[in-house]
């Protein structure tokens, strides 16, 4: 707790879509910043201003280029977790989500499998459910998630 004692405490709020697709495979991106490589699954940070399944749609098409439906609430991060790029305390939401637009990104069979290793860096890879482990993961809260589709029956 020394840690938190001794900075601004400040909240980093996240939005994550779990993306499933018709063949039962959840969408995971791999990317590479910050100077490491991560595994997580498509979303990131809400901007001032917006609410959170703006943001989520907004970092969809940031990121995966397409358009998404928000399907229903998943999870909420339910235990602290310090956040590791910046200060405070991160909260992370994901929601099921479904594509209403294609997908025009770079699927790849392999973790990590970029076109070239230059900041940013990402790919993205279809991860059967049966298979997904908390392993695939890179953060405490994608741990716990994909732990949690594990026990879901979809």
Not at 27 to 52: A, H, I, N, Q, R
Not at 81 to 99: A, C, D, H, P, R
Not at 117 to 140: G, N, V
């Amino acid at each position: 707790m020394t840690t938190i004692q001794n900075q601004t405490k400040r909240f980093n709020i996240r939005v994550y879509g779990i993306l499933i697709n018709d063949r039962n495979e959840v969408l995971v991106s791999d990317e590479w910043e910050y100077g490491m490589e991560f595994s997580k699954f498509p979303g990131g940070g809400l901007e001032f201003g917006e609410g959170t399944i703006e943001g989520l749609k907004r970092e969809f098409q940031e990121e995966c280029n397409c358009e998404i439906e928000v399907l229903k609430h998943f999870y909420t991060t339910d235990f602290f977790v310090e956040s590791m790029f910046g200060t405070g305390q991160l909260i992370s939401i994901y929601y099921l989500v479904k594509n209403s637009s294609a997908l025009t990104i770079r699927i790849v069979k392999n973790a990590f499998d970029f076109l070239e290793k230059t900041e940013p860096a990402q790919c993205f890879r279809w991860i059967p459910l049966e298979r997904l482990s908390s392993a695939d993961m890179t953060f405490p809260v994608d741990k716990h998630v994909a732990e949690m589709l594990n026990q879901t029956k979809f």
